[in-house]
């Protein structure tokens, strides 16, 4: 008996603590941001220099593309080749063949975007002596 008298007190004392919400209009809101906005040719010249400094080391590179593949876009083949040439100076084959796969990962199921961006990179390529994933058969794996 005792238990139901203080399991209904409390009930009771619960709903009456109870906030009810108190709905009020909107607030108008104005953007105030003073930022610059970035053009795609200020965005690809950044990431162009970015992976163009001649004292870049392998955490920084990795660092970029990190960032980079973080975006949503699939990188310009300019900014591609200047980390792939990138990775040359470093001599670092493997993460060259991970930016590739990491630009075909991020292509999707947009199956002409990948083959446009091998197609520009070709002379790159082939330049510095990097095998794309699907020449040394990693796509069958």
Known sequence: ?????????????????????????????????????????????RWVTYFSKPDIDAWELKEGMNTLIGY????????????????????DLASAIRILEAVKDKSGPHKDIYPYLIQ???????????STPEDLGMDKL
């Open 120 to 130: 520009e990179l070709q002379p790159t390529l082939i330049e510095l002596g990097i």
């Open 72 to 91: 949503d876009l699939v990188p310009e083949p300019k900014i591609l080749d200047s980390a792939l040439r990138a990775c040359r100076r470093l001599n």
């Open 1 to 45: 008996m005792f238990r139901a008298v203080v399991r209904l007190s409390t009930s009771g004392v619960r709903s009456l603590a109870r906030i009810r919400p108190c709905y009020s209009a909107p607030l108008a809101s104005r953007c105030c941001s003073h930022a610059k906005v970035e053009t795609d040719e200020e965005f690809d010249a």
